[in-house]
C-alpha cells in the first residue's frame, strides 16, 4: 500500500495495482477522447458537415422560393440594364 495526498490535504492509502489500473484507464478514455476531437476537427469532415448543413437548407421550400425571387429580381435588374444602353 502506497500513502498518496488526495486533492483535499488528506492522506490515502492506495493499492499499487489499483494505481495501474486506474491510470490505463484513464490513459484509454484520454485517447479516446483525442481521437474524437481530431476527428471532429478535421478539414474534411467539418466540410462535410458544412456541406450537407447547406444541402438540408436549400431543399427547404421557403428557401427555394426566396432563391428563385432573388435570381428573378437579379434577372429583372440585367435586362433593364442591357435595354437602357
Given at each position: 500500500?502506497?500513502a498518496?495526498?488526495?486533492a483535499?490535504g488528506e492522506?490515502?492509502?492506495?493499492?499499487?495495482?489499483?494505481?495501474?489500473?486506474e491510470?490505463?484507464?484513464t490513459r484509454?478514455?484520454?485517447?479516446q477522447?483525442?481521437?474524437?476531437?481530431?476527428?471532429?476537427?478535421?478539414p474534411?469532415?467539418v466540410t462535410?458537415?458544412?456541406v450537407?448543413?447547406?444541402?438540408?437548407?436549400?431543399?427547404?421550400p421557403?428557401v427555394?422560393?426566396?432563391a428563385?425571387a432573388l435570381?428573378a429580381?437579379?434577372l429583372?435588374l440585367?435586362v433593364?440594364?442591357l435595354r437602357?444602353?
Amino acid at each position: 500500500m502506497l500513502a498518496m495526498a488526495e486533492a483535499n490535504g488528506e492522506v490515502a492509502l492506495r493499492d499499487p495495482d489499483a494505481l495501474v489500473k486506474e491510470i490505463e484507464r484513464t490513459r484509454a478514455n484520454l485517447a479516446q477522447t483525442i481521437d474524437t476531437l481530431a476527428e471532429r476537427v478535421s478539414p474534411a469532415n467539418v466540410t462535410k458537415r458544412a456541406v450537407s448543413r447547406v444541402m438540408e437548407q436549400v431543399s427547404r421550400p421557403e428557401v427555394q422560393i426566396g432563391a428563385a425571387a432573388l435570381t428573378a429580381v437579379t434577372l429583372a435588374l440585367v435586362v433593364w440594364r442591357l435595354r437602357r444602353r
